[in-house]
């Protein structure tokens, strides 16, 4: 089995969406329209088993201090070989290369990011500016179930 970590580019677009498709739609992550996506194309990892998409996610830079994990996503099929452990790695590496402080995530799977090391904290924590731009856009918005937690670089 290969797996292949890397950064798309905009023809990828289309696959990404199909395969974050289901996860939209039941409210587990963020919609994120084609533009979107090809706006901050630089902030995605794909990984690929042998040769076809399984996952990926997005480092989102906040400031100078913060980023964030998002759209993380591994296809059913790639399920139970910790690719989704192995991208949020990568998100972190990331982070360290420019020099970040923290990263967050907004999440339902509380035990799956601790395996990742990563702490819970109080949402009120979290900069405002992220509740307005994006929270908003949640279907489950302004009654947040989601767990905050962040990882210290």
């Known amino acids: 089995m290969e ?8 023809t990828s677009i ?36 042998d040769g ?24 059913k099929k790639f399920r139970g070989l910790d690719l989704g452990l192995r ?13 970040l402080e923290q990263v967050l995530s907004l999440t339902y799977a509380q035990s799956f990011f601790e395996k990742a090391g990563f702490r819970v904290i109080e949402k009120e924590a979290i900069p405002e500016h992220k509740i307005w731009a994006d929270c908003i856009r949640c279907k489950h918005f302004p009654v947040c179930d989601e767990i905050a937690m962040v990882f210290d670089l």
């Not at 797996?3 to 905009?10: A, E, G, I, L, S």
């Not at 969406?17 to 979107?36: F, M, P, S, W, Y």
């Not at 906040?62 to 993380?72: G, I, P, T, W, Y």
């Not at 949020?88 to 020099?99: D, L, P, S, T």
């Open 52 to 75: 076809v998409m399984a996952g990926f996610t997005a480092l989102h830079i906040h400031s100078a201090r913060l980023a964030e994990v998002r759209s993380l996503v591994v296809s």
């Open 87 to 99: 991208l949020v790695e990568e998100c972190i590496k990331e982070g360290r290369v420019y020099k």
């Open 14 to 49: 289309a696959s990404m969406q199909e395969l974050v498709k289901a996860e939209v739609e039941n409210g587990n992550i963020l919609l994120r329209t084609e533009d979107e996506m090809a706006n901050t194309i630089r902030s995605y990892t794909i990984v690929e088993v």
């Open 3 to 10: 797996v292949k970590f890397y950064k798309p580019d905009v």
